[in-house]
């Protein structure tokens, strides 16, 4: 199986754009997708398939893939948007976490 | 709306068995659309995948956990499990079950898969 290499931590001013990497040697055979988890809460799936956002997630989580890394990206971040994120994908019928990106809005 | 629910005892000894269950609520265990499968998260660290088990039976689990992972279903209680045995302190964790979607605009691929919804997680301690 492969890895996928998240940075540990981003900071972002409200109303900025965040951006969270997410690289993996084999990323471009596979479909990623990004979960958020706020504290105490369960993980969530803002973004599938490189760039499909589920009903109810706002427009200004958006996903990209180029190369090997695949980036979520936050437009107009707002200080709800804080969490822990982290980015998937799957190597045959095992699934790989990223090791989780956590979102400071400052 | 579909809803999962994850049950079973908060402690557990070492060298014991861990046994959860998730309950699904809102709809079929059966569907045809989804999968299902654990991940767990020990305290102030990442997510761990487990494993999935899919509607054809088929099982696949975590290397690491492999030869101590048993993930099963029971669509007459419309539940799902799992068995992780000879645990250690390092297995505790929050455990969460969820379900795997694989369609998007009207194609069901696996390449497609994703884990679009989770149970509210139960933390498990293991200590004697």
């Known amino acids: 199986s492969f890895e996928l290499t998240q940075p540990p931590s981003v900071s972002v001013s409200p109303g900025q754009t965040a951006s969270i990497t997410c690289s993996g040697d084999k990323l471009g055979n596979q479909y990623v997708s990004w979960y958020q988890q706020k504290p105490g809460h369960s993980p969530v799936v803002v973004i599938y398939q490189d760039n499909q956002r589920p009903s109810g997630i706002p427009e200004r989580f958006s996903g990209s893939f180029?190369?090997?890394?695949?980036?979520?990206t936050i437009s107009g971040t707002q200080a709800v948007d804080e969490a822990d994120y982290y980015c998937q994908a799957w190597d045959s019928y095992t699934a790989i976490f990223g090791g989780g990106t956590k979102l400071t809005v400052l | 709306q579909m809803q999962l629910q994850e049950s079973g005892p908060g402690l557990v000894k070492p060298s014991e068995t861990l046994s959860l269950t998730c309950t699904v609520s809102?709809?079929?265990i059966s569907s045809s659309g989804y999968y299902w499968g654990w991940i767990r998260q020990p305290p102030g660290k990442g997510l761990e995948w487990i494993g999935t088990i899919y509607y054809?039976?088929?099982t696949y689990y975590n290397p690491s956990l492999k030869s101590r992972v048993t993930i099963s279903v029971d669509t007459s209680k419309n539940q799902f499990s799992l068995r992780l045995t000879s645990v250690t302190a390092a297995d505790t964790a929050m455990f969460y079950c969820v379900r795997v979607g694989f369609c998007s605009g009207g194609s069901c691929y696996d390449t497609?898969?994703?884990f679009d919804l989770w149970g509210?997680?139960?933390?498990?301690?293991?200590?004697?």
């Open chain 1, 66 to 72: 180029s190369g090997n890394t695949a980036t979520l």
């Open chain 2, 26 to 28: 809102g709809g079929s």
């Open chain 2, 56 to 58: 054809s039976g088929s």
């Open chain 2, 112 to 114: 497609l898969r994703y």
């Open chain 2, 120 to 128: 509210r997680g139960t933390l498990v301690t293991v200590s004697s």
